[in-house]
C-alpha cells in the first residue's frame, strides 16, 4: 500500500488477515497444515476420532490429560447435569425465536446465562465453564422446539451429551450410527488452535471481562460465513446442485462468476483438512442408514469438481454439512450445533488465557492524512463530501 508522503507513521507494513502471525503459546491444539495433522493436547485427532466421546474430549482440553473411568464418570455426569436453563434464560429464548437466526439467539442466551453466575476465583472457574458447555447444548434444542411449537423436553442427566441431544431436539431415540456420528462431529470440532473465534474468545478474557464475555465475543465470530456460518452455506450448494451430474456444471459457473465456494479452502491445512476424511466416512454412513446416497454423492462429486479446477482442501464445514442434515439437523442449526462442539475448546482457552494472562493488544499502522487543518463547525462549507 502507497503512503501518503507526510505520514510519519513507522510502524512495518501489516500481514493482511494476521496470516502466519503467532499470537501466544498454547497448549490445547496443534495444527500442522503441511502435514495436515490435528493434535488435542498432543493427542492425534484420527485416534480421538474413533474411540472417545465428547465427554472424553472435554476431560483432554480441561485437564491436559487423558481421563481415568472415575473422572470421565464425573465428567458425564456433570455435563448432564448442567443441561438445564434458568426459567428466565426459557423465557429470554421463546421471546426471540422466529424474530431472530438461531444464531443470534444462541449468542443472546450465552450472554444472559452470565447474569445467573457467581463471580469464582480462578481456581474454580472450571465447573462454571462446563456448565456453559451443557447449557448450549440445551438451548439450541430449545430453539429449535420453542419455533416448530413442540414442547421442550428435559435434559437426562444419565446420558452421553450427543445422545441427549439428538433425544432433546428431535424428541425420539437416535440410533446407534446417529449417536456415533454426532459424537464424532462434536469431538473432531471442539478446539483448532487459533481459530477467529477462539481468537476473539481470547482477547476478551485478555481483558480479565468475565467468561460470558469471551464466549459471547466467540459466538458473534463464528456466525460469519467465512468461518462457521460456511456449512449452511456448504448444505444449500449441496441442496442446489440435487444430483451428481449437476457438480460439474455448478462448480464450472461458479469459478467463472469468481465464487467463493463454501466449505472450500482454509488459511492453515495446505494438504489436507485433518477432520474431513472422518466426517466424509461418517456421512457415507448415515446417508446408507437413511437410504439417501444421492445427498453423499452429491457432495463427493462436488469436492471432485471443485479440487480439478483448483487446488484449494476441503475444509470441515464441507462434510460436516450434509452429516448434520441427515441427522435430521436444519440448516439454520448447523452454525449453532458448531458452537455446541466448539464451547469445549473455547471455555478450555478463556482458561488457559486467565492462567497466564497478558492483555491482547496489538497495533494497527495509519495510512490515513496526516496534520489536517481543523475547521470550527460554524466556518465548514456545507458541502464537505
Ligand atoms: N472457493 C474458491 N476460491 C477460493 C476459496 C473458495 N472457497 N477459498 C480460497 N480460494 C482462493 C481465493 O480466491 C484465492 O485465490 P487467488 O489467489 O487466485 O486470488 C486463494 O484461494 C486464497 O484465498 P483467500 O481467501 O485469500 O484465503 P484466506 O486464507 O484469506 O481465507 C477462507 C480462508 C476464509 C477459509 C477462504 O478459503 C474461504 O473464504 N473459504 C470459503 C468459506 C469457508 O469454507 N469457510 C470455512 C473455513 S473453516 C472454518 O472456519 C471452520
Partial sequence: ?????????????????????????????????????????????????????????ICILYDYELPTEDRLSEMTKNIGEARVLPDEVVEVITKLVGKTSPMST?????????????????????????????????????????????????????????????????????????????????????????????????????????L????????????????GGANEKAMDMILEVGKPENASEYIENAFNNKQKIMGFGHRVYKVDDARRIHLKNMTELVCKENGNMEIYRTAEEIERQVRKRKSIITNVDFYSAPLLYELGIPTDLFT???????????????????????????????VGQIDRTFTPLQHRSEKRF
Fill in 106 to 210: 444462541l449468542r443472546t442466551v450465552v450472554s444472559a446465562l452470565g447474569h445467573y453466575e457467581k463471580n469464582v476465583p480462578l481456581s474454580e472457574l472450571a465447573p462454571k465453564a462446563l456448565r456453559l458447555v451443557g447449557q448450549i447444548a440445551t438451548a439450541v434444542a430449545m430453539i429449535h422446539r420453542l419455533r416448530e411449537g413442540l414442547p421442550i423436553i428435559k435434559a437426562d442427566p444419565e446420558r452421553g451429551h450427543a445422545e441427549d441431544f439428538l433425544r432433546m431436539l428431535h424428541g425420539d431415540e437416535p440410533s446407534k450410527i446417529q449417536i456415533n456420528a454426532l459424537n464424532l462431529y462434536l469431538i473432531l470440532l471442539a478446539d483448532h488452535g487459533f481459530n477467529a473465534s477462539t481468537f476473539s474468545a481470547r482477547v476478551t478474557a485478555g481483558t480479565l471481562a468475565n
Fill in 1 to 57: 500500500m502507497s503512503l501518503p508522503k507526510d505520514n510519519k507513521d513507522s510502524i512495518p507494513e501489516p500481514t493482511k488477515g494476521l496470516e502466519g502471525i503467532v499470537a501466544a503459546d498454547t497448549n490445547l491444539s496443534s495444527v500442522n497444515g503441511e502435514k495436515g495433522i490435528l493434535r488435542y493436547c498432543g493427542f492425534n485427532i484420527d485416534d480421538l476420532a474413533l474411540d472417545t466421546t465428547f465427554e472424553e474430549t
Fill in 212 to 227: 460470558h464475555s469471551a464466549i459471547t465475543s466467540a459466538v458473534g465470530t463464528l456466525s460469519g460465513p467465512l468461518h
Fill in 336 to 366: 449453532p450445533l458448531f458452537a455446541m462442539s466448539r464451547v469445549a475448546g473455547w471455555t478450555a482457552h478463556v482458561l488457559e488465557q486467565y492462567k497466564n494472562n497478558r492483555l491482547i493488544r496489538p497495533r494497527a499502522r495509519y
